[in-house]
């Protein structure tokens, strides 16, 4: 259903010609795939040692990480990896649902994906709300999200690219340790940014560079257009 959308989930049974697939039918019937999605779930909803209060996703929890396993387990990724937020469209009631004005699909579960260069996924992380845990360990949350989703690619040499939503100095040395090398824009307020590289006091024209390091570090600003 992913690969051939319809505009209604009786549209994958239907009969008429222009739409018919014939492999729904054939499958299953229409009256029995609602009746089993109707009662589909994935753990008993009074199973023990369940702290709903903990984690939102507990419903589905085994599940994804079934999934999640299976994608590091099956698949090495190539040299070259991203890490980005997406959204995954969903109008229902849920306490974790995201509005985020600028995307393409503005109501959903914002979920952090690790991919690779052929838009493979090898890890992800669904969005939940603020974590106190990681919170505690005085980690800003998008550097606890980016090493959560590396833990798996540490020590082979990857290079990884993100915007500046998740780049920030302090990242870029953590992962460095574990060598993974970074690229990415950045916003000049994060801690460890250089405080000369403000537009204000460069003062740049056209076609200008200012490019200050530190170690290992290469901070780049250029005025474009």
């Keep these: 259903m992913g690969h051939t959308v319809q505009d209604r989930l009786e549209d ?34 009074n199973r023990n040692g369940v702290d709903r209060t903990d984690d939102r996703l507990w419903k589905i929890r085994d599940l994804f990480e079934i999934i999640r396993t299976n994608f590091s387990k099956f698949y090495n990724p190539s040299e070259h990896l991203a890490v980005d937020e997406v959204i995954v469209k969903f109008k229902g009631r849920i306490l974790f649902k995201q509005y985020i004005l600028k995307k393409r699909k503005r109501f959903g579960i914002k979920m952090f994906k690790l991919y690779d260069s052929t838009g493979y996924t090898c890890d992800m992380n669904v969005y939940l709300g603020k974590d106190r845990q990681r919170a505690a360990q005085h980690l800003i949350a998008t550097h606890a999200t980016v090493t959560s989703l590396t833990r798996g690619v540490e020590g082979f040499g990857h290079k990884l690219y993100m915007d500046n939503f998740f780049s920030s100095p302090d990242l870029f040395d953590d992962l460095a340790q574990k060598k993974i090398s970074c690229c990415g824009t950045v916003r000049l307020h994060r801690k460890g940014m250089p405080k000369d590289l403000k537009p204000k006091t460069l003062r740049l024209k056209y076609g200008d560079i200012r490019v200050r390091t530190r170690g290992d570090l290469t901070a780049v600003v250029w005025k474009d257009k």
């Excluded at 010609?17 to 909803?45: D, S, V």
């Design 12 to 45: 994958y049974w239907t009969k008429i010609e222009q739409l018919r697939i014939p492999f729904y039918g054939q499958t299953l019937a229409c009256a029995r795939y609602c009746h089993i999605l109707r009662f589909l779930h994935f753990t008993h909803n």
